[in-house]
């Protein structure tokens, strides 16, 4: 096991910028077009208004073993696709078994997470909002906002990501605007 120095990282809650971040990772609209429900929409934006920027991650870089707890900050763009607000691709866990933490930062959004047996939930966050993923849900986060929204993840090294298997089925659940207000509906696409 790596001997690492103990070290602090200065986060800016309102952009999700580390002092020194060990990697930053750029999701546009091109990279997940197929996972809003109204895929001409994006098809259009991508023709007419060009690759949006949906999120953006930066984290620290740490040897994955057993022991080390990578962290990051995801900070999400407002916006929508059709009626759908910008969102992560979300994923499980590559080992189902492990969870994970996220704490709100900045703005405000929704922890979008389902079992593989069915159940589902969809919890509001803020700035402040420690909320918990545990073992085997899947989880995807959503800004229901004006603002950016930004918040703090942190989880076991050796957890891994599946994103094959919300790429293929999708979730169950999607957050839209209806009547001004976001709201949650059933994926018609889902599975
Ligand atoms: C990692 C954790 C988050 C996400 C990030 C981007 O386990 O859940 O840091 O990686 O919010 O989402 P995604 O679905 O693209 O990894
Ligand atoms: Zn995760």
Not at 6 to 28: C, I, K, M, N
Not at 92 to 105: D, S
Not at 173 to 188: A, E, F, M, S, Y
Request: with cysteine; charged share 25%.
């Amino acid at each position: 096991m790596n001997h690492l120095a103990p070290f602090v990282t200065e986060v800016d809650f309102a952009t999700g910028a580390l002092s020194a971040p060990g990697y930053v990772l750029q999701r546009r609209l091109s990279d997940m077009a197929s996972m809003y429900a109204d895929s001409a929409e994006s098809a259009r934006i991508l023709a007419e208004e060009g690759d949006r920027l949906i999120y953006e991650v930066q984290g620290v870089e740490l040897p994955v073993e057993e022991g080390q707890i990578p962290h990051c900050t995801t900070r999400i763009s407002p916006g929508r696709i059709g009626a759908e607000y910008h969102m992560t691709k979300g994923h499980y866990h590559a080992r189902r078994e492990q969870g994970e933490v996220y704490f709100g930062l900045s703005g405000r959004g929704c922890l979008v997470m389902q079992t593989e047996a069915g159940e589902t939930s969809v919890q509001t966050m803020v700035a402040g909002s420690a909320a918990y993923v545990p073992p085997f849900w899947a989880h995807r986060t959503v800004n229901i906002g004006d603002e950016d929204f930004v918040f703090f993840s942190v989880w076991e090294a050796r957890a891994g990501h599946d994103y094959g298997t919300i790429e293929r089925d999708g979730f169950r659940k999607l957050v839209v605007r209806r009547d001004g207000q976001p709201t949650v509906v059933d994926n018609p696409r889902y599975r």
